[in-house]
């Protein structure tokens, strides 16, 4: 077999021509969609082009950091050279299988991808003895090492949060899941002693400003305990936050940041409505001007659904319509800050002296358990003037900038999980015997395993590259966007996996590999439903110009 410094050259070759052939497609898209104007029309390509661009900037990420990680992670070239054959391998066969809707020909994809070099690449980078030594590692060490940080402070928050995640969380984790708890008190205080909420809020309103790798590398390693009650935590603060510093006025920014990066307050985000989902412009529930005890403010009246933790909470970022006129749509909302009380349980009756009430009935659910997801009846809610943010008709953008960081912690959520089972099936390999020797010395089980860790390598490195392109540039959607994408696809393959490397014992709800498969359930579908973010996320935004990424 060639040597590791070969492989990681072809496997460049590789990807170069992999990137080669997906721009072409890319840029046969947008002639066909009228530079994403029409996409509608080709929905199921749309789809494809989304998932081989996401796919594509996962390899070339994975192989930037094989290749700055030589000699400190002794997995990264194996698990970034099989990557780049696995997608490189689907994607000739599924370009090559439509290559007119793709609006490519037969010399394009003989010069790129079907290639004898780049085949001769593919079959030795798939080839199964790779997975299974991959595979053979990962259950000796009951997992995969750590990844190599460049930045002290980012591996020293990794420690600290891994320590905290593991001595605090991960012991009542289990418990939480199966009571339907509510996450404790005590779990949230130690987090605000720890700093977690203001990871990403500047220093000079009282956060660390420690950027959104580190909000990432906190949020997978609160994951790997548990989704729920660890790692969705600091989601709703990181996504108000984001809309206060994107248009909140100084004040607002004095008022309410100091408070979200201690942990004073808990916030929830409310934008989903019974009939109005992924399509946030057409939000009805209305806020309407009018004053209260003399002061100026609006009433807010309407029902809201899935508004997660908005009984605990102690304010709700809630999208409004402050334009009748529906025609409006997007310019047509606002985002407040609703204050409440707090209250546990399943359900609540927040009432105001004035007469406003909000009603909220938590809708049982399967999995993501721990802080409760909620529908709300609003009759009337007084809010003050100056808890509208950025103005009166700008809620559904600072929401959307707040969205991007929302998924981009989903892509560290999901890569958490995705390790919490992965270790699980690993440690259960070593433990469980059948027919005479651990399940782990089977060679179908290291080749799962060994797949298994190359997906989650290449979401975790995916991931981290979005973090450092949103610190950059913090109005970009779709790295974002992709890597929740990818993300929650590999958590979801993962889970499932592992789920069956545990025999009938994967059933068992006693068993946390139970948890994390129906944790894994909801992360294609919030922030985001995944045929949404694919067709007008970053379908579109790919379309709609020549890519950039990579």
Same mark, same amino acid.
């Not at 997608?87 to 439509?98: K, M, N």
């Not at 012991?171 to 720890?194: F, N, T, Y």
């Not at 469980?432 to 997906?455: H, N």
């Given at each position: 077999m060639? /040597?590791?410094?070969?492989?990681?050259?072809?496997?460049?070759?590789?990807?170069?021509?992999?990137?080669?052939?997906?721009?072409?497609?890319?840029?046969?898209?947008?002639?066909?969609?009228?530079?994403?104007?029409?996409?509608?029309?080709?929905?199921?390509?749309?789809?494809?082009?989304?998932?081989?661009?996401?796919?594509?900037?996962?390899?070339?990420?994975?192989?930037?950091?094989?290749?700055?990680?030589?000699?400190?992670?002794?997995?990264?070239? /194996?698990?970034?050279?099989?990557?780049?054959?696995?997608?490189?391998?689907?994607?000739?066969g599924?370009?090559?299988?439509a290559?007119?809707?793709?609006?490519?020909?037969?010399?394009?994809?003989?010069?790129?991808? /079907?290639?004898?070099?780049?085949?001769? %690449?593919?079959?030795a980078?798939?080839?199964?003895?790779?997975?299974?030594?991959?595979?053979?590692?990962?259950?000796?060490?009951?997992?995969?090492?750590?990844?190599?940080?460049?930045?002290?402070?980012? *591996?020293?928050?990794?420690?600290?949060?891994?320590?905290?995640?593991?001595?605090?969380?991960?012991?009542?984790?289990?418990?939480?899941?199966?009571?339907?708890?509510?996450?404790?008190?005590?779990?949230?205080?130690?987090?605000?002693e720890?700093?977690?909420?203001?990871?990403?809020?500047?220093?000079?309103?009282?956060?660390?400003?420690?950027g959104?790798?580190?909000?990432?590398? =906190? =949020? &997978?390693?609160?994951?790997?305990?548990s989704?729920?009650?660890?790692?969705?935590?600091?989601?709703?603060?990181?996504?108000?936050?984001?809309?206060?510093?994107?248009?909140?006025?100084?004040?607002? #920014?004095?008022?309410w940041?100091?408070?979200?990066?201690?942990?004073?307050?808990?916030?929830?985000?409310s934008?989903?409505?019974?009939?109005t989902?992924?399509?946030?412009?057409?939000?009805?529930?209305?806020?309407?001007?009018?004053?209260?005890?003399?002061?100026?403010?609006?009433?807010?009246?309407?029902? #809201?659904?899935?508004?997660? %933790?908005?009984?605990?909470?102690?304010?709700i970022?809630?999208?409004?319509?402050?334009?009748?006129?529906?025609?409006?749509?997007?310019?047509?909302?606002?985002?407040? +800050?609703?204050?409440?009380?707090?209250?546990?349980?399943?359900? %609540?009756?927040?009432?105001?002296?004035?007469g406003?009430?909000?009603?909220?009935?938590?809708?049982? =659910?399967?999995?993501?358990?721990?802080?409760?997801?909620?529908?709300?009846?609003?009759?009337?809610?007084?809010?003050?003037?100056?808890?509208?943010?950025?103005?009166?008709?700008?809620?559904?953008?600072?929401?959307?900038?707040?969205?991007?960081?929302? *998924?981009?912690?989903?892509?560290?959520?999901?890569?958490?999980?995705?390790?919490?089972?992965?270790?699980?099936?690993?440690?259960?390999?070593?433990?469980?015997?059948?027919?005479?020797?651990? +399940?782990?010395?089977?060679?179908?089980?290291?080749?799962?395993?060994?797949?298994?860790?190359?997906?989650?390598?290449?979401?975790?490195?995916?991931?981290?590259?979005?973090?450092?392109i949103?610190?950059r540039? &913090?109005?970009?959607?779709?790295?974002?966007?992709?890597?929740?994408?990818?993300?929650?696809?590999?958590?979801?393959?993962?889970?499932?996996?592992?789920?069956?490397?545990?025999?009938?014992?994967?059933?068992?709800?006693?068993?946390?590999?139970?948890?994390?498969?129906?944790?894994?359930?909801?992360?294609?579908?919030?922030?985001?439903? #995944?045929?949404?973010?694919?067709? #007008?996320?970053?379908g579109?935004?790919?379309?709609?110009?020549?890519?950039?990424?990579?």
């Amino acid at each position: 077999m060639a /040597d590791t410094a070969e492989e990681l050259r072809g496997a460049r070759a590789a990807a170069g021509q992999l990137r080669r052939i997906v721009d072409a497609a890319l840029a046969a898209g947008r002639e066909r969609t009228a530079n994403g104007r029409d996409i509608d029309a080709h929905q199921p390509h749309t789809e494809r082009l989304a998932y081989l661009a996401t796919e594509t900037l996962a390899v070339e990420t994975l192989l930037t950091y094989a290749e700055l990680a030589e000699g400190r992670d002794p997995l990264a070239a /194996d698990e970034a050279i099989a990557f780049a054959g696995l997608v490189a391998g689907r994607a000739r066969g599924q370009i090559g299988d439509a290559l007119e809707t793709f609006g490519l020909s037969e010399a394009q994809l003989e010069e790129t991808l /079907d290639a004898a070099e780049t085949r001769a %690449f593919i079959r030795a980078a798939t080839h199964d003895g790779r997975f299974d030594a991959i595979g053979a590692r990962v259950v000796e060490w009951r997992g995969t090492p750590d990844c190599y940080l460049e930045g002290e402070e980012e *591996r020293m928050t990794r420690e600290a949060v891994r320590a905290f995640a593991r001595a605090e969380v991960t012991p009542i984790a289990q418990r939480i899941h199966l009571g339907d708890e509510l996450v404790p008190e005590s779990i949230l205080s130690k987090m605000a002693e720890l700093g977690f909420f203001g990871l990403a809020v500047p220093v000079e309103y009282g956060g660390q400003g420690m950027g959104n790798l580190a909000m990432i590398l =906190t =949020t &997978e390693e609160l994951s790997v305990a548990s989704l729920a009650a660890g790692g969705s935590l600091t989601t709703r603060p990181e996504i108000l936050t984001k809309a206060l510093l994107g248009g909140g006025s100084e004040e607002q #920014k004095q008022s309410w940041l100091p408070r979200l990066a201690a942990g004073e307050i808990m916030a929830a985000i409310s934008v989903t409505e019974p009939d109005t989902g992924s399509d946030v412009a057409s939000v009805k529930v209305r806020a309407e001007r009018g004053e209260q005890d003399g002061g100026a403010g609006w009433f807010i009246s309407g029902a #809201k659904a899935w508004c997660t %933790f908005a009984g605990r909470a102690d304010v709700i970022a809630m999208l409004c319509r402050t334009d009748p006129d529906l025609s409006k749509g997007a310019k047509g909302l606002s985002l407040f +800050i609703v204050p409440k009380d707090r209250f546990q349980g399943h359900e %609540f009756v927040m009432r105001q002296a004035g007469g406003g009430v909000i009603e909220g009935k938590a809708d049982r =659910t399967p999995g993501y358990r721990g802080m409760h997801s909620f529908t709300l009846q609003i009759e009337r809610y007084f809010v003050p003037a100056g808890n509208l943010i950025g103005g009166e008709g700008s809620g559904f953008y600072l929401q959307m900038n707040g969205f991007a960081a929302g *998924r981009l912690q989903t892509g560290g959520r999901a890569t958490g999980l995705a390790q919490a089972a992965l270790e699980a099936a690993a440690t259960y390999a070593n433990e469980r015997s059948q027919f005479g020797q651990p +399940i782990g010395r089977y060679g179908l089980t290291r080749y799962k395993l060994g797949r298994m860790a190359v997906e989650i390598a290449a979401a975790r490195q995916l991931t981290y590259e979005a973090a450092r392109i949103f610190d950059r540039e &913090e109005s970009r959607a779709i790295e974002p966007s992709m890597a929740k994408l990818f993300a929650c696809d590999v958590a979801v393959r993962t889970t499932q996996e592992a789920q069956i490397l545990h025999g009938g014992w994967g059933f068992a709800e006693e068993f946390p590999i139970c948890r994390y498969v129906l944790d894994a359930l909801v992360l294609p579908i919030f922030e985001g439903v #995944k045929p949404v973010l694919e067709l #007008k996320v970053i379908g579109r935004a790919l379309l709609a110009r020549p890519s950039d990424l990579g």
